[in-house]
């Protein structure tokens, strides 16, 4: 017997392999089951192999609710001390993110404040960002450092992200972001730092294992091509996958760079040139949209979706939720902003946090479609199609959560 069986269920399996496949993968009037913490079967509730009653110890019935995957944020920076709605103030009075940037606000303020915090500070704080996240049916999360730019502080971060996977009902990735910005005490010097991100930082975040994966800021106010391309290295000295804050303010071809090391990720994308797009393409690297750090710098420089979808790139969605470009906690916002920003159609942005997510992560396998074999997350909703989770917002429709077989919420 397994362990729970789920009827009454319409399924959005987000599976592109599922045969004879709807919209969605939806699958309505279906059922599915559960055993451990894996999907141990899925399919109409006509062909269920016997009475529900007599094939699971436990049966819930859905009542009609529909079910997609747990979702998944594949970028975030959860962890952090402090805030900067003063900044979003001198934005609006005039004032660029470069210009903030170089006047020693932006990334820097915060690393301030997060130098400063106690770790168990940290993760209170980071706590309830998470909380909200989870509300909404998140049950995979990415967490980046990247606000210490010292050894001590960035191993700080690092843990406090693998506490919270312990201590809340979510699967947590941490990525290493010692190469976010430049620290005060190494102005001018940043081929100095990357030498202290590559032999110091980075070594003893893998000791500890901290680091599921290693991130960079290319870009004009953080690290060259030859600076990122150099801690690429590094990482694959350790055997850690990389990823790539990429393309935001410039193209300074990151999204090649990333595509040329088999990256995760690239992610922002808005310079991305056509060349690099088809390198990702043929690389299996996914594009990361994060449609809030669009909407709140108020970019006009739209990523280039017709060159993503002509070469084949796989497109995720994720918060980037962080202090000074995108204070969200709202993935399902994101969905609504990918869709009226990008004209993403739904399910593609639905399959941007979920499918697609998972691969951003390395997580394809294990996460991201209702499929046999896979971990057992995933949501139950009020709505009457899964459209709908992208044409409301500002409305929370999640009516449970199921992580790793376990009912959450």
């Known amino acids: ?119 168990e500070e940290l993760l209170e704080s980071a706590s309830i960002r998470l909380e909200q996240l989870l509300s909404e049916g998140v049950t995979t999360v990415e967490i980046k450092s990247g606000y210490g730019l010292d050894t001590e502080t960035e191993l700080k971060m690092l843990r406090v992200a693998r506490r919270l996977g312990e201590q809340h009902a979510v699967t947590v990735k941490t990525t290493f972001l010692g190469a976010h910005a430049l620290p005060p005490e190494y102005k001018d010097r940043a081929d100095d730092y990357i030498d202290l991100v590559c032999s110091e930082m980075l070594p003893a975040a893998a000791e500890e294992g901290l680091a599921d994966a290693v991130d960079a800021f290319c870009e004009g106010i953080a690290f060259s091509p030859e600076q990122t391309e150099k801690l690429f290295q590094a990482a694959a000295r350790y055997g850690i996958p990389v990823k790539l804050h990429a393309d935001q303010l410039s193209d300074l071809n990151g999204a090649g760079l990333a595509a040329k090391y088999h990256a995760l990720s690239a992610d922002h994308l808005e310079y991305t040139n056509e060349d690099a797009a088809k390198a990702m393409g043929k690389a299996g690297t996914v594009a990361v949209l994060l449609p809030g750090a669009f909407y709140f710098l108020r970019e006009t420089k739209f990523p280039p979706m017709e060159a993503f979808r002509e070469h084949g790139v796989d497109i995720a969605l994720a918060t980037d939720s962080n202090p000074g470009s995108s204070p969200v906690t709202s993935l399902l916002l994101m969905l609504n902003m990918a869709c009226t920003l990008f004209r993403m159609t739904p399910e593609d942005a639905l399959a941007g946090i979920t499918r697609n997510g998972a691969k951003a992560l390395g997580l394809g396998d294990h ?41 959450v919420r």
Request: hydrophobic share 40%; charged share 25%.
């Open 1 to 119: 017997m397994w362990d729970t069986l789920w009827t009454n269920a319409h399924i959005a399996t987000m599976d592109p392999e599922e045969p004879g496949r709807q919209p969605y993968g939806a699958i309505r009037d279906g059922a599915i089951a559960v055993e451990g913490d894996r999907i141990a079967w899925v399919g109409r509730m006509k062909h269920l192999p016997g009475k529900p009653e007599t094939l699971a110890t436990h049966v819930r019935d859905a009542r009609g609710r529909w079910i997609t995957p747990g979702l998944v944020d594949c970028h975030t920076h959860l962890v952090y001390g402090g805030n900067r709605a003063r900044e979003f103030e001198l934005r609006l009075e005039g004032a660029s993110y470069e210009e903030i940037a170089k006047a020693g606000g932006g990334i820097i303020s915060t690393v301030k404040a997060t130098r400063a915090a106690l770790e």
């Open 367 to 407: 996460v991201g479609t209702l499929t046999v074999g896979k971990q057992a997350d995933f949501v139950l909703w009020d709505v009457e199609e899964p459209a709908e989770l992208a044409y409301r917002f500002g409305h929370n429709p999640c009516a449970g959560v199921v992580h790793a077989g376990h009912v």
